[in-house]
């Protein structure tokens, strides 16, 4: 899990379509040959920016192992598999390292606003997976992941660390405490780097 902790740049890489609705997978090894030849150190593939939730498994396993089979050996592959389903992030996770994964990016559970000891059930059953990467990104969720959880949950040995979207003085508390930290926010990134000390940025902005 190393060589993804030391990954400071990861791009949440788009996913580009064809006019009849498929992957371009074409368009897509440019896109991704662009990162490598830019020195991006990773790529979360059928993240929110490559619209994997709008994805089916079969495109989504497709895209994550096509991207392990291609570019592997070339930069970390981290591959969004959580769901607001817990069997369904199971299903897909248990996929994605049977292709080859690096890691699992891993939302809690939207809409339905989990408790904390469901949140904890069901990240528990994912992280038993292999390495995982926890998601919180309240503005799309609805809920914030709270740190009191995340200090629990990074106790387990394929906890790598989190992304997170609720603030740079989040990410600082996180990282005196040895949790590694992803600012999912370009616009803070800079400062969550050199001001508080965060791992680096999965970013948006970096395609």
Request: net charge negative; aromatic share 6%; with cysteine.
């Amino acid at each position: 899990m190393e060589n993804i902790k030391s990954a400071s740049l990861m791009t949440a890489i788009k996913t580009p379509y064809k006019p009849d609705g498929d992957v371009d997978l074409e368009s897509y090894d440019r896109l991704v040959e662009a990162q490598i030849k830019n020195g991006v150190e990773g790529l979360i593939v059928c993240g929110t920016t490559g619209e994997g939730h709008l994805m089916d498994w079969e495109e989504h396993l497709m895209l994550i192992a096509h991207s392990v089979n291609k570019f592997g050996d070339q930069l970390v592959v981290v591959g969004n598999t959580g769901s607001n389903n817990t069997r369904e992030a199971i299903k897909g996770t248990k996929h994605g390292f049977a292709f080859g994964m690096d890691a699992a990016l891993q939302i809690n559970p939207y809409y339905g606003k989990a408790s904390n000891a469901g949140l904890k059930e069901h990240f528990k059953r994912v992280l038993d997976l292999g390495p995982s990467i926890i998601y919180n990104v309240p503005g799309r969720t609805g809920q914030d992941i709270q740190p009191d959880l995340i200090e629990e949950l990074a106790k387990h040995p394929n906890f790598i660390g989190v992304k997170e979207c609720a603030g740079n003085e989040r990410m600082g508390q996180y990282e005196g405490k040895g949790i590694a930290c992803w600012s999912g926010n370009d616009d803070q990134s800079f400062e969550g780097r050199h001001r508080h000390g965060s791992h680096g940025v999965i970013s948006v902005t970096s395609n």
